[in-house]
C-alpha cells in the first residue's frame, strides 16, 4: 500500500514538474525567438537534457556522434524523441499526429521537425522530399524510425522504405543507432516492465501511460550509434541493410549494464538527479 502510494506520489510530482518545465520552455522560447530550423533544434537540445535530468533518467550514449546526413533507430515510444534530442541537436522527423499535440506539438516545430503522415501515398512523397531536403541542408543530422511505429522492444521490425529515397534523392550519408530501456527490479515498481510501461505501443492511451511511467524508479536509457550504411543501389536495398545494422546494435544493447559501461569508458553521459 505504501509502495503505491510513494508511486502514486512520484507520478504527480513529476507530472508537475514536467508540465512546468513545457511552459517554461515555451516562455523561453518566445523571449529568444530562436529562428525554427537548427537553431531551434540547438535550443531545444538544451530543454531536453533539463527534462532528462529533472525527471531523474540515466541516459547513456555510445558510439560517434553523427555530425549530418541522415539517422536511423529502432523506436520504442514517445520517449525516443527527448532522449535522443537530449544526446544531441537533431531535426527530427515525426508523425503527422505529434504537431497537434498541446505544446509539445509546438515546441517541436520550432526545431524544424518534419511531419510525415503515416501511410502516406505518391501525392505526399513531393512534399515530404522537398521537407527532408530542406532538413538536411540545415547542416544537423536528421532522424527518422523507419519502422512506421513503436513497439514493445520485442524486436526491430522490418523498416518501410518510403524515407531512404530521400538519402539517396539527395545524396546525403545515413548512419543508424539504437536505443534500449532497462527498468530496475525495485518493489516500487510493483512488478511494472519496460515492454507494458515504459515502451507505448499498440493501442496505449497516452495520458494514463505516461501517468504511471512518471512513477517509475531506475529507469535508466542507452543510445548507441553505430557507422555508416554504405548499402546504396536502391531504397529497397538500403533499407533492408539499414534494418540489420540497427537490429544488431539493438541486440549488442541487451544485458549491458550502460551506465557502468559509460562510466568506464568516458562515454558521454546525461546524468539523473540525485
Known amino acids: 500500500m505504501l509502495q503505491a502510494f510513494c508511486r502514486l506520489l ?26 525554427v530550423g537548427a ?27 553523427p555530425a549530418g546526413g541522415a539517422v536511423v533507430s529502432n523506436h520504442l515510444s514517445y520517449l525516443d524523441i527527448l532522449l535522443y534530442s537530449a544526446a544531441q541537436p537533431f531535426v527530427m522527423v515525426a508523425k503527422t499526429e505529434v504537431r497537434s499535440w498541446p505544446l509539445l506539438g509546438w515546441l517541436t516545430a520550432q526545431a524544424g521537425t518534419v511531419y510525415v503522415e ?8 513531393q512534399g515530404v522530399n ?23 522492444g520485442a524486436s526491430v521490425l522490418p523498416f518501410r522504405r518510403g524515407l531512404f529515397h530521400s538519402v539517396l534523392h539527395d545524396g546525403v550519408s545515413l548512419r543508424t543507432a539504437a536505443l534500449r530501456y532497462t527498468l530496475d527490479d525495485e518493489p516500487v515498481n510493483g512488478g511494472a516492465t519496460v515492454g507494458q510501461d ?41 533499407s533492408e541493410s ?4 540497427v537490429a544488431e546494435l539493438y541486440e549488442g544493447l541487451r544485458g549491458v549494464e550502460a551506465v557502468d559501461r559509460v562510466c568506464d569508458r568516458g562515454l558521454v553521459e546525461v546524468a539523473p538527479a540525485g
Open 198 to 238: 515504459v515502451c507505448w505501443w499498440g493501442d496505449m492511451t497516452f495520458g494514463p501511460h505516461m501517468f504511471r511511467f512518471l512513477g517509475l524508479k531506475g529507469l535508466r536509457a542507452q543510445i548507441r550509434f553505430g557507422g555508416e550504411v554504405f548499402e546504396r543501389a536502391d531504397r529497397f536495398v538500403m
Open 118 to 125: 503515416r501511410g502516406g501515398g505518391p501525392r505526399t512523397y
Open 39 to 65: 537553431e531551434g533544434a540547438v535550443w531545444i537540445h538544451g530543454w531536453c537534457r533539463r527534462i532528462v535530468w529533472a525527471l531523474g533518467f540515466a541516459c547513456s550514449v555510445e558510439g560517434r556522434l
Open 130 to 152: 522537398a521537407a527532408m531536403a530542406e532538413a538536411y541542408r540545415s547542416g544537423l543530422p536528421v532522424l527518422f524510425f523507419p519502422e512506421g511505429t513503436t513497439t514493445d
Open 242 to 245: 539499414a534494418q540489420a545494422r
Open 10 to 35: 512520484r507520478s504527480l510530482v513529476r507530472g508537475v514538474v514536467f508540465v512546468g518545465l513545457l511552459v517554461a520552455a515555451g516562455v523561453d522560447c518566445r523571449i529568444r525567438r530562436p529562428k
